[in-house]
């Protein structure tokens, strides 16, 4: 007879709220945590729990990464994925949702794909199609004509263009809603931090997709195109490259959310023109680069609230490696592996509007890691990943 119960049993429980010595009690049917208890939770002769050993082990939230691109593959040229036919993008995603749950990522949120790829990679895995995380999915970027990122966006100019360009989102199922609100590194002839959707315009990308209770997310290098995002009320700042003191302290008093993705400009700069990075996406990386410590000593010291996003499949920024990176960058840039782990997994959770996920608690769903090492001491901890649950089934 199947088990109605699973329970972790003589190891340690590691999230935002601290590591401590106890069991995790999981409904089997239900995929959710029914006790965090620092007693015996096996009872001799009861024939429907299932008792998984993890002694000298930690187990741990599965982590939340909210920015990927679940379509590319972190070529070096990201824009030769117009050359692939939509089916193939459909099946790049499908290995990459794998690859994701099997590095522990469990939840993530897609920041833009062709048309409803990514929604769909979505119901895929929800309805046990496809093997990954669960998805939140923003379907194609809002972008001004000629615009970041075009070449696979949604392009409108004007309010009223905006605010159709987002209503064809939300019809589509979208999560979140993306737009850009500056320039890129990966658009040739985009200047990266100028300003590109204006503040009138993020504003109809907020007000049209709040009427529909849906959050939004705005890709922002320039430190004039985060205060517009943050004035109209965007949600969460993607990777906010050139963020000064004043944007910084703008963003703690409003509440948004910055999500680094500290391993697209790594991945760009470190492997550059030799590996056949566009000498211009190298240049504008390296220029990047150099101000991003900048930004995250304003942030930190404003107190902005981090979520952790890789933006996966940038160039040699592969889905699998990323989040295990991101969090190391995250803490070489001046967090501590507590902060670090907060970022990955409520503080990510919350950002994403997906509020049972992101801690080890009564309630939550079974998202969980366990781990060799306690991950609020040790950042590389989560690279040491012996056996992945989502929804309280083994997934790796």
């Known amino acids: 007879m199947d088990a109605d119960r699973l329970v972790f049993e003589g190891g340690r429980v590691a999230d935002a709220r601290g590591t401590r010595r106890a069991d995790v009690v999981v409904d089997v049917e239900t995929g959710r945590i029914i006790a965090v208890s620092d007693e015996d939770s096996v009872q001799p002769g009861d024939e429907n729990t299932e008792a998984v050993d993890v002694s000298g082990k930690v187990v741990a939230p599965g982590l939340v990464d909210a920015h990927v691109h679940l379509m590319m593959d972190g070529r070096p040229d990201v824009t030769t994925i117009n050359q692939d036919g939509r089916e193939l993008l459909s099946y790049r995603a499908a290995a990459n949702l794998r690859a994701n749950i099997e590095a522990g990522v469990t939840t993530v949120r897609d920041l833009g794909a062709p048309g409803r790829l990514a929604i769909d990679a979505g119901v895929a895995v929800e309805e046990g199609v496809l093997d990954g995380p669960r998805v939140v999915a923003c379907g194609e970027n ?29 019809k589509r199922g979208a999560g979140v809603v993306k737009c850009m ?3 890129g590194v990966l658009t040739e002839g985009a ?10 315009e993020l504003s109809a990308v907020v007000d049209t997709a709040s009427a529909k209770g849906v959050p939004t997310a705005a890709h922002a290098h320039g430190e004039v195109g985060i205060k517009n995002a943050v004035r109209a009320g965007i949600t969460s700042v993607e990777h906010g490259t050139f963020m000064d003191r004043e ?22 700069v470190e492997n550059g023109v030799e590996a056949g990075i566009p000498e211009q996406a190298v240049e504008k990386a390296e220029d990047a680069q150099d101000r991003f410590e ?15 996003g890789t933006d996966a499949g940038t160039p040699f920024n592969f889905h699998g490696e990323n989040a295990l990176r991101e969090m190391e960058l995250m803490v070489e840039y001046g967090l501590s592996a507590e902060a670090a782990l907060e970022a990955a997994t409520i503080n990510a959770a919350e950002l994403l509007g997906v509020s049972d ?10 998202d969980m890691l366990v781990l060799t090492d306690d991950p609020n ?13 989502r929804d309280g089934e083994r997934v790796a």
């Open 247 to 268: 944007a910084a302290e703008l963003m703690a008093r409003e509440g948004t959310y910055w999500v680094p993705t500290a391993s697209a400009l790594e991945g760009i």
């Open 142 to 170: 809002v972008v001004m004509t000629g615009g970041h990122g075009h070449w696979f966006g949604r392009e409108a100019d004007g309010a009223a263009e905006v605010q159709k360009a987002v209503r064809e989102q939300l």
């Open 294 to 308: 900048r930004a995250w000593e304003h942030a930190l010291e404003a107190g902005v609230t981090i979520a952790m």
């Open 181 to 183: 609100a500056t320039g």
């Open 377 to 389: 001491e040790n950042v590389s901890a989560w690279r040491g990943s012996e056996a992945v649950y």
């Open 357 to 366: 996920v992101g801690r080890i608690a009564e309630g939550y769903r079974a």
């Open 191 to 200: 200047v990266t931090g100028a300003p590109e959707l204006t503040e009138r």
